[in-house]
Each structure stands twice: as C-alpha cells, then as structure tokens.
C-alpha cells in the first residue's frame, strides 16, 4: 500500500509538472508570436518613416547671387516672388508656368494692368503686391505667400535682413556692366537658368539680343560723330523734377547702342537737372521713360507748370518720343529688350535703320513668348499708356530700375 501511495504521488507530481512545464512552453510561444509582431511593425513604421522622409527632402540648388552670397534655393521652384520690378517680363522668357509667380511689386502690377500682358497673361490679373511698399517689406504678409524664393534688388541688404530673419530663401539681382542693360538680362536669366531644369529660351534671347546689338553696332560705329544726334532721356519728369539719365546707366546704354549722343553723359546714373541745363545741352532728340506719366503732347504743348520747353530743338522740331512698353516698360532690361536696340536705332538715326516694327514685334512675341499680336496690341506697345508709370518709381536708383 505504501508503495503505491508513493507510486501515485510520483505519477500525480509527474505529471503536474508536465501540465507546468505545457503551460510555461505555450506562453513563450504566444510571447515570441507578439514579439515578433511588435517588431514587424516598427520595422514597417521606421521604413515608412524614412519613406516619407526621403520623399519630403526637396532637390535644391545653390546659387550665388549679384551680391555674392549663395543661397540654397529649392530646384524648380513653383512659388516664386518677385520684387524686384521688371523680372517677371523676364521670367515670361523661361517657359515656366506664369502661375508660379505668387507676388510682385506694384509697381510691376501697373506695368501689367497697362500693358499686352494682361491679355497675354489674364492670370497676374491681381496678383498679390501688398507685402511691399516702396522698399519696405511686410514680413507676416510675404510669409502667407509661402514662396520658396523671393528675387529682390541686391541693393537693398535691409530687405535681405528681414526675409533671412523670417526663414525665407532671398536671391539679389543688381545693374551689371555699368548700366549695360544687355549684359544684366545676360546675369538674370543665367540666375534664373540656373533654378530650372528647362531654361526656356534664355539661351536664345540672349543669343538673338547679342546679335542685334552686334549688327546695330556695325551701321553706327561708321556714322560720323558730327551727324549723331545730341539726345536726352527723360527718366522721371514732372513739375517738381527733370530726372534725366546720366552715364552708367540704361538710358546711356540706349542712346550709344542707338547710335547718339547722350547729352547728359557727364553726369552719372539717374541725375537731376533744371531747365537752364536743358537749354545749354539743347538736345536734338529727347526720349521719355515710361517711367514717367508725361507724354510728347506735353511738351508739344508746353503744359509743364514752371518748364518752358518751346525753344528746345527736339521740341521746335517735333523730335519728343515715349519709349514703348511691351511685357514691361523698355527702359531697364526686360523681355523685350532686343526690340529695344532696333526702336531705338530706328528712332535715332531713320536715314542708316528701316525696321518695320510692328512686324519685328509680332515677330519677336511668336518666337519667344509663343504669342501672336493683333495690329492694336502692337498699337498699344508702341503708344505706351502713361497710367503704367502709377507706382513705378519711388526713391533710390535701385527701385526705379
């Protein structure tokens, strides 16, 4: 009986162990079984997480800008502002979608809302421009642009300050070549080539520019000095000041690619002067900026409150001209500037230049900007409307550029 007793204990401790050590064996499993679920899942979560890290990383670029600091600038950017005024006429030239431009100066929205580029571009129609006045910059407003870069006027290092502040990618432009407008639409379209995968037909304006200059130069560099004629280019006039442009500065560029004389080339950049200088300078031509609201008749008819201009040869003999305004005002470097170089040697010297530039124009918009213009909108460029030069200029040589 004892023997027995003792062979059931056995049996029974046996096989309680057995049914503990069942027990533990099946846990483990399940354990290991959640385990290996648990680490599945991170596994997948990380390999998520470095996904989307790797798809949020944007390809970028670095770029060193006129005032020689390098920006690194998101390729291909679809956001882009720009303030300084006569850009976006060049960034039309790129190819890129005209909608990426999210804000200008309004001074480039005058231009445009008096200008073909309202009908060739109905989508700048209201574009923002409220997050600058004059060269002040309102920070807050710019940031709800979310722009990925924001081209300005180099000059101004306050405005770099204030957007580098804010996080927000600037690039400068500046004047190159001494006011040589063809060399500084040369520098910004080769800033802007360098942002895009596609750079449009940068490399062929610029090409088509260099080539008119060079033809141009050809005639004129033969006419005798003595039959050039003295010109003077109105930059900015009113009653209260004649600004006119001096050397080193696109009005000189124009007038010596055009085959004249600036009268004003003793002076430098944008310089004011009083009609005693007129008279004593006497000029032949005289060219007004569309920078400016005065037109020819306003001479003509000598209706300049405190300005006598009867007695200046260009008006006596009927030799007053507004410069066209096509995708921007032709004075600083813009889109048109190779239809700038022909107006301008027609205008000076029409005996030595037979343009026909309604058909250059038409032209020149077909192949660059892939837009064809009807007779009044070639009209219109070459009657520039005075209500562009509305919030154009507002202090400083950098701004009215």
């Not at 503990?20 to 079984?33: F, H, L, Q, R, V």
């Not at 080193?248 to 007038?255: A, L, P, R």
């Amino acid at each position: 009986m004892k023997k027995k007793l003792l062979s059931v204990m056995l049996c029974g401790a046996m096989l309680a162990g057995t049914a503990a050590c069942g027990e533990s064996a099946a846990e483990t499993s399940e354990t290991k079984e959640t385990a290996t679920e648990v680490s599945t899942e991170v596994s997948v979560a990380e390999s998520e997480e470095r996904e989307n890290s790797k798809e949020g990383q944007e390809e970028t670029v670095e770029i060193v800008d006129q005032n020689d600091m390098t920006a690194t600038v998101k390729k291909n950017p679809d956001r882009v502002v720009m303030t300084a005024l006569p850009l976006p006429s060049i960034y039309a030239l790129t190819g890129e979608p005209i909608e990426n431009l999210v804000g200008v100066h309004p001074g480039s929205t005058s231009a445009i809302e008096n200008s073909v580029m309202a009908s060739m571009y109905p989508q700048l129609l209201g574009i923002p421009d409220n997050f600058i006045e004059g060269t002040d910059i309102n920070v807050e407003e710019l940031l709800k642009l979310e722009p990925d870069v924001v081209m300005y006027w180099a000059e101004y290092l306050k405005q770099y300050e204030v957007m580098d502040s804010a996080g927000i990618t600037a690039v400068g432009v500046k004047t190159q070549g001494n006011g040589d407008v063809l060399t500084t639409l040369e520098s910004w379209l080769e800033i802007m080539g360098e942002m895009y995968d596609d750079t449009g037909n940068v490399d062929k304006v610029i090409q088509y520019g260099r080539q008119v200059e060079s033809e141009i130069q050809e005639v004129t560099s033969a006419i005798p000095e003595e039959e050039k004629p003295k010109v003077l280019y109105l930059y900015n006039h009113s009653s209260e000041d004649i600004s006119v442009s001096g050397a080193d500065f696109y009005g000189d560029y124009w007038i010596n690619a055009g085959g004249g004389i600036n009268v004003a080339g003793e002076l430098s950049g944008p310089s004011s002067v009083n009609m005693e200088q007129i008279y004593e300078w006497d000029p032949d031509i005289i060219i007004l900026a569309t920078f400016t609201e005065t037109m020819p008749e306003d001479l003509y008819q000598n209706t300049i409150d405190g300005q006598d201009w009867s007695q200046v040869s260009a008006v006596l003999n009927g030799k007053v001209y507004k410069e066209p305004l096509g995708v921007y005002r032709w004075f600083p470097p813009s889109g048109d500037a190779p239809l700038m170089l022909k107006w301008m040697a027609q205008t000076l010297n029409p005996d030595y230049f037979t343009y026909d530039m309604n058909e250059e124009i038409k032209s020149y918009y077909k192949e660059f900007y892939q837009y064809e213009l009807t007779d009044d909108q070639v009209s219109g460029i070459l009657t520039a409307n005075p209500e562009a030069a509305k919030g154009a200029s507002f202090g400083g040589n950098a701004a009215n550029k």
